[in-house]
């Protein structure tokens, strides 16, 4: 695992991004154009305990559908850059985080292996953003991070606490698993990841 700040950028002609990882640290600076996803990405980087910089724009004219999914692109790239070969981790995480009358619980395998299971009920506006848009930031996250994730909302009704408590599990479960325990190899029986 890396202790340097790793940066990935994604430019297109619908997103323009850029991330800036480190796996310990806390310091964090976010700006996507979509006030409600910068909260999300904030609330993420302070329960992992990562610093995290990350700005970008998209074509929020049309839908900020692509923006939310570039940004689970360039966010799970940097943080499997800056897991490395991912020796020594963990590699398993799993939360609760509770907010207000919402409960959720986000499990986590770093083994390469991406796959996503997202049972959250959202529909309508939180501020600016369709929060159905949600779920292609986390299998976008799941697919370029290479980790298995599975996504509960145990019970809630207000869609911003819904959200606001997946995000925090996550970040929950990514700080338990990127934490030292995995041995001083690979955490694989089979020596491999993937």
């Known amino acids: 695992m890396s202790k340097k700040k790793i940066g990935v950028t994604r430019k297109s002609k619908e997103t323009q991004l850029s991330a ?95 796959y996503l299971t997202y049972n959250v009920e959202l529909r309508g506006r939180i501020g600016t953003l369709e929060s159905e848009v949600l779920e292609e930031f986390w299998r976008a996250l799941s697919i370029h991070l290479g980790a298995t994730i599975h996504v509960d909302l145990i019970r809630g009704r207000n869609r911003h606490h819904v959200a606001e408590a997946t995000f925090k599990a996550l970040g929950l479960a990514l700080r338990e698993a990127v934490a030292p325990g995995g041995g001083p190899g690979v955490p694989s029986s089979k020596g491999l990841l993937g």
Not at 81 to 106: F, T
């Open 20 to 114: 800036t990882v480190k796996i310990a640290g806390g310091r964090i600076d976010v700006s996507t154009g979509l006030p409600f996803l910068d909260h999300m990405l904030e609330q993420v980087a302070r329960y992992a305990g990562f610093d995290l910089t990350l700005h970008g724009a998209g074509d929020l004219h049309v839908d900020p559908h692509h923006l939310v999914e570039d940004t689970g692109i360039v966010l799970g790239q940097a943080l499997s850059q800056a897991l490395g070969d991912r020796a020594g981790i963990a590699r398993y995480g799993s939360a609760y985080a509770p907010l207000d009358e919402s409960l959720a619980r986000v499990v986590i395998d770093l083994g390469r292996r991406p």
